[in-house]
């Protein structure tokens, strides 16, 4: 990280809780889009996303079905925070699907942990278990 890069990150960290309660103030006025509370804001885009995605991570706001930003009621914000911890997970976890990094990695751990059990090289079993084990994923 350049000499520049990290003063940015020190002043913006010093200045989020700042944000973060600007950004609860103009949600108890009523929800807000992204858009609409940046302008509301007059922060930058990226600044104000930023701030919003780690504060619904907290589960102290979320996104009404009309994809504006709310409040999460105090008996709520465990509940959104993990609400929103399972979808970051589960698009992650799809994403490593579609690329076959899951079966990269297995495949990767299979090997290691093949060759520390059998120094003998026995690539041809490996081989047809992993086989075995892609055929069950897909399938």
Known sequence: MSHNSTQAFIESNAYAPKLDNKIFAALAERPYSLKAIVAHLKQKHQTVSARLSLIHDQG??????NGRYELTPQDRIEVVA????DAKYRKWEKKGEEHGWFMKRLEAVFNKVAAEQNPVNNNSKQLSILDDIQERNIG
């Open 82 to 85: 993990t609400q929103r911890a």
């Open 60 to 65: 102290y706001v979320f996104l009404n079905t």
